[in-house]
């Protein structure tokens, strides 16, 4: 038996104006989610816990089968890993988003999804004027970078209350600032980046070509090197992981999984989707397992733009679904999954914790009769599992979890 798990990130979302009251899912054509839906079964699942935060973080953590409760420190070791960046005993390393804060309100958590070439750059100039031999910039891409801090009280670190980015867009930031007893060193950093980004080249040419600028940086997501249980060791399967996002490709290689770099991916609506597909279905001959992961749908709801997240969705369908579908259909023995992390609602511009729709289709599954796969379909099936880890037993057929 086969199985693959697609990801389109933050896909779930609420009926928008924009839309005719419709949610994206219901407004774009996927033909190929709905066929999976009506032979298939669709419902929701909670993929984040109780108490937890929505973010990517916990939602992949959940749809790769982990209880992000047992295992989850922070989203910047995750990243980290992926980076190969180690995480020693008195370290702790915290994401770096290079931001634009314009009249002290967060414009942009992304710079206006600065490049690769820019954002290192600015990293590689960031470290060398601030000078601190506690503090270490790795640069990761676009304006996803990591900073990794040798701390005399990691505890306190760790117990900052630090607020992602894109939580507080057109918010002033001061209402937001990390805060807690060890927040000088963050604070700091934070605003010598501000005064030294100001009169960056870098951000001169941005300015004058009518981009925004990278002109601080934002700390969040912080934790110590986390341990995860081997996939082989917790669903006896053997497996790959293909993504644009370090986030998601560090879960991957803390679990033992093949990471697999596909020409052209991006993280947006630009990237390579049917890429993605091809080499997922080419590691299946080497392997059991491939989980697909597509940010496209969710920096379309960040950005709050309905006609983006639609044609994302459509593309996700047409290039992603439609030849995992047609490959699984010719040779039977394959389980196929899509479900999103968590909701990214284009009215919010952020994540939330509701229940997200799934479909799960293939060998052995039956039909529960709905018509196709959105939000309104899948809540009047109800909540199916209460989570992700639940979810990804039944769909593996493991029960020795």
């Known amino acids: 038996m086969k199985y693959i798990i697609l990801v389109p990130d933050g896909v779930a979302d609420e009926p928008v104006q924009e839309l005719g009251g419709k949610t994206p899912l219901e407004a774009a054509r996927t033909p190929h989610m709905d066929a999976m839906a009506r032979e298939g079964f669709s419902a929701l699942v909670q993929t984040i816990p109780e108490g937890m935060p929505p973010g990517s973080?916990?939602?992949?953590?959940?749809l790769m089968g982990y209880d992000p409760c047992g295992v989850l420190t922070g989203r910047a070791p995750l990243e980290a890993a992926n980076l190969g960046i180690e995480i020693n005993s008195g370290e702790i390393a915290f994401r770096c988003n290079l931001i634009t804060v314009i009249d002290g309100k967060m414009i942009d958590y992304s710079a206006g999804h600065i490049t690769m070439d820019e954002a290192a750059w600015i990293m590689k100039d960031l470290a060398l004027a601030l000078n601190d031999p506690h503090v270490t910039y790795f640069t990761g891409k676009s304006y996803r970078h990591i900073a990794r801090i040798v701390a005399s009280?990691?505890?306190?670190?760790?117990?900052?209350?630090?607020?992602?980015?894109?939580?507080?867009?057109?918010r002033q930031i001061a209402d937001h600032l990390p805060s807690g007893t060890a927040q000088e060193l963050i604070r700091d950093h934070m605003e010598r980046s501000r005064a030294f980004l100001a009169t960056h080249p870098v951000n001169s040419a941005r300015v004058k070509s009518g981009k925004l600028p990278a002109n601080m940086t934002w700390f969040w997501g912080q934790g110590r090197r986390p341990a995860l249980k081997l996939y082989r060791d917790k669903f006896g399967l053997s497996g790959s992981i293909i993504s644009a996002v370090?986030?998601?490709?560090?879960?991957?290689?803390?679990?033992?999984?093949?990471?697999?770099?596909?020409?052209?991916?991006?993280?947006?609506?630009?990237?390579?989707?049917r890429g993605k597909a091809d080499y997922a279905l080419a590691s299946l001959a080497q392997?059991?397992?491939?989980?697909?992961?597509?940010?496209?749908?969710?920096?379309?709801?960040?950005?709050?733009?309905?006609?983006?997240?639609?044609?994302?969705?459509?593309?996700?369908?047409?290039?992603?679904?439609?030849?995992?579908?047609?490959?699984?259909?010719?040779?039977?023995?394959?389980?196929?999954?899509?479900?999103?992390?968590?909701?990214?609602?284009?009215?919010?511009?952020?994540?939330?914790?509701?229940?997200?729709?799934f479909v799960m289709y293939g060998k052995g599954i039956e039909s529960n009769g709905l018509d196709g796969y959105n939000e309104i379909f899948a809540a009047r099936a109800g909540l199916r599992f209460a989570s992700g880890e639940a979810m990804v037993q039944f769909f593996t057929g493991n029960i020795n979890v």
Not at 57 to 62: E, R
Not at 249 to 267: E, H, K, M, S, Y
Not at 287 to 315: C, I, M, S
């Open 287 to 357: 392997h059991d397992f491939v989980f697909v992961h597509v940010e496209a749908t969710d920096e379309a709801g960040h950005n709050g733009d309905p006609a983006a997240k639609v044609e994302a969705v459509e593309r996700f369908d047409a290039d992603v679904v439609g030849p995992v579908l047609a490959w699984a259909k010719a040779r039977g023995d394959v389980r196929i999954l899509i479900a999103p992390d968590h909701a990214t609602p284009l009215g919010k511009r952020t994540h939330t914790r509701a229940a997200v729709p």
């Open 57 to 62: 973080d916990v939602g992949n953590l959940a």
């Open 153 to 170: 009280d990691v505890g306190a670190m760790e117990a900052l209350a630090c607020t992602p980015p894109h939580d507080i867009l057109g």
């Open 246 to 273: 370090d986030l998601v490709n560090g879960i991957g290689r803390l679990a033992g999984l093949d990471v697999i770099t596909v020409p052209g991916v991006t993280g947006y609506l630009d990237t390579n989707f």
